[in-house]
């Protein structure tokens, strides 16, 4: 969507009600100014576009531009941050530049307020950013695993490690499996209560005295 200057002013009709809440760089809106502005060359010039709230709440996004003719094309891929509170929104479009380490404002361009829409919600839902911010946190928690495991597929060998893994549960199943070795007397084996899966080696009652 191309929208163009009129001098110092720039109409905002054509999308005063395009947003919707919670929307993330759904919407390009291509500002279209004259390049030179009281003797300044705005191509000089960094541009950036700010936003308030009914609340108060600020948002501001810097933004790229391009020449085009005698006409600058200021490109503008509307953040989220423009979108998180529905309700009115005001607007002003800037044009600064760098004098040393001085950040000078060249001019500021009205902008009538536009109106964000509100995102759909039920009665028993979480309100709009509160339930996005939800799911992008699960989806960043998703992404941050599957990092993870492709970062320790890559360090590790996890066929070898699989294979060792299965060899001591068997080596330890055989040892589990072992019966227990009771070394006894004939009288002490006669008057001791017995256990299953043991084996029980008789010796002599000499050998036990010495």
């Known amino acids: 969507m191309k929208i163009y200057a009129k001098g110092k002013t720039i109409p905002t009709y054509q999308f005063s009600r395009l ?3 919670g929307e993330r760089f759904a919407d390009l809106i291509v500002f279209v100014l004259d390049r030179y502005y009281s003797g300044s060359d705005l191509m000089e010039c960094d541009m950036m576009i700010r936003g308030v709230t009914e609340e108060g ?3 501001q996004q810097g933004l790229t531009k391009e020449l085009s003719g005698d006409k600058i094309l200021v490109a503008w891929r509307v953040s989220d941050l423009f979108t998180l509170n529905a309700g009115r929104l ?3 479009l800037r044009a600064s530049r760098m004098n040393g380490d001085v950040s000078e404002l060249i001019i500021k361009y009205a902008m009538e307020p536009v109106n964000v829409l509100p995102a ?3 009665k028993n839902g979480a309100l709009p950013d509160t339930a996005e911010q939800a799911v992008s946190a699960i989806s960043a928690a998703i992404d941050g695993a599957l990092i993870t495991m492709e970062q320790a597929a890559e360090r590790y060998d996890l066929e070898h490690t699989g294979q060792r893994l299965d060899q001591i549960e068997a080596d330890t199943a055989v040892y589990l499996a072992r019966p227990e070795v009771i070394p006894m007397t004939r009288q002490e084996y006669a ?3 017995h256990k299953a ?3 029980y080696v008789i010796i002599d009652e ?3 005295q010495s």
């Open 206 to 208: 000499e050998v036990v």
């Open 57 to 59: 709440w600020e948002a």
């Open 90 to 92: 005001a607007l002003e």
């Open 197 to 199: 899966n043991s084996l």
């Open 19 to 21: 947003f919707v809440q």
């Open 120 to 122: 759909a919600s039920g």
């Open 191 to 193: 008057g001791s209560v």
